[in-house]
């Protein structure tokens, strides 16, 4: 179970690594943008409410935010020197129990506005897991 960010946006991200061999590259990230974008104002608020109260919130502002945590790792990334599209995938470190009878879910707020990218999603991947009884 996790998350996952994918940025598009018309910006070059390759960055020749010297002393390397020659065709070697790695994704140019400035760690305080969002993508490419400015460091955000506000950022993206993750929260996870059980029974109707707020059992976690993190906000995110910038890609050292995103890419800190320990289960965090760059997933894809491809440029054709113009436009680029990076894919960020984290994965909770336990499994995190959400039940629908108690209206338990996880939200994500995008505080900012980020229509200086060509594309931003965030998908979720879950697991339903049916338990006797409960």
């Known amino acids: 179970m996790g998350l996952t960010y994918t940025f598009v946006d018309n910006f070059t991200t ?11 590259t790695v ?5 305080n943008k969002f993508g490419n974008l400015p460091e955000l104002t506000n950022g993206l608020n993750l929260r996870r409410i059980v029974n109707d109260q707020i059992e ?17 790792n760059i997933e894809t990334f491809i440029s054709d020197g113009t436009n680029s599209l990076l894919k ?3 994965q ?7 039940h629908s009878k108690h209206n338990d ?16 999603n965030i ?8 338990l006797n009884g409960i």
């Open 56 to 72: 976690f919130s993190g906000v995110t502002k910038n890609n050292y935010n995103l890419l800190r945590q320990p289960t965090t």
């Open 123 to 130: 998908t979720a991947e879950a697991r339903k897991v049916v």
């Open 92 to 98: 909770f470190i336990a499994p995190v129990r959400l």
């Open 88 to 90: 960020i995938r984290s």
């Open 14 to 24: 390759i960055q020749t690594v010297a002393g390397a061999t020659e065709n070697e």
């Open 27 to 31: 994704p140019k990230l400035s760690y």
């Open 105 to 120: 879910r996880i939200e994500i707020f995008v505080n900012d506005d980020l229509s200086g990218m060509l594309e931003f």
